[in-house]
């Protein structure tokens, strides 16, 4: 949200009060108390450049504190932004590439998204990339919260359904092994009553009320948290993970890597652990 300087490696304290914020590969999405969204970070070139910072004014280099003050309605007409509650930065491939896309949640829970649109994980009907975060159409209750995958996009909804858009090559999308892509929002996966997710470079994991942990998509890692000889690497729909004692209350995952925090605080991971992730 302000200007750090190259290669910060000390906090620097941000005064305003914030409500939400994420990270991305090389950029970062700040909200503040008043639902206003602010887009930072470094673009490596105009050529890559797919759209994920969602603002009109970007530039090559550095960009700090920009304001995400328009958006795309459902009739594609340019609007005011209303006010966001929920931030959600996309990582590329290689960490340099502009290649990510983004998504913010406004108060109503009407769902925007921006940037690289290659397997139509904008959910908007198409797979044309966008510099301006549009609008979702097709959404039947408010989204709560979402997840970025690579090229693909997972959304939750008030009602504990998920919905996603974008690549099932690996079955992120838990779609089964006969859809290869979606561009518009499709709940195929049957996922009910979930309460949280999470999601790394091609699989996601999710939370249910009754402390169930399901995941889908790529698995060459382990990183769903299952993996013997002979086991498949990806699972092409939802299928649960959780066998050890305790109850779950939350997930996280990283790019290769999953993570289960329990309700008397201890956690437990899997995955990934060239790097000690």
Known sequence: ??????????????????????AGSRHSFLIDESG????????????????HLGVDDWEEGSNTGKQVDKVVDTSGKTVNAPKFMKAYAGAGVPSDSGEMHSMLIDEDGNVYLSGRNSKGQLCLGDRKDRYEFSQVDGLPRRAVAGSILFEAT?????????????????GELGLGPNIDFTDTPDNGNGLRNIIDLASGYKFGIFLDEDNVVYGTGGNIYGQQCFFTEGEPAMRPTPEILNKVPGTVVQVAASRESSYYLFKDGSAVSCGRNDEGQ
């Open 36 to 51: 206003n969204a602010y887009a930072a970070g470094f673009i490596e070139s105009d050529f890559s450049y797919k759209g």
């Open 1 to 22: 949200g302000g200007q750090l300087g190259n290669n910060q490696k000390v906090p620097i304290f941000y005064e305003d009060t914030v409500i939400d914020l994420s």
């Open 154 to 170: 997972l959304i939750l909804l008030e009602d504990g359904t998920v919905w996603g858009c974008g690549s099932n090559e690996f």
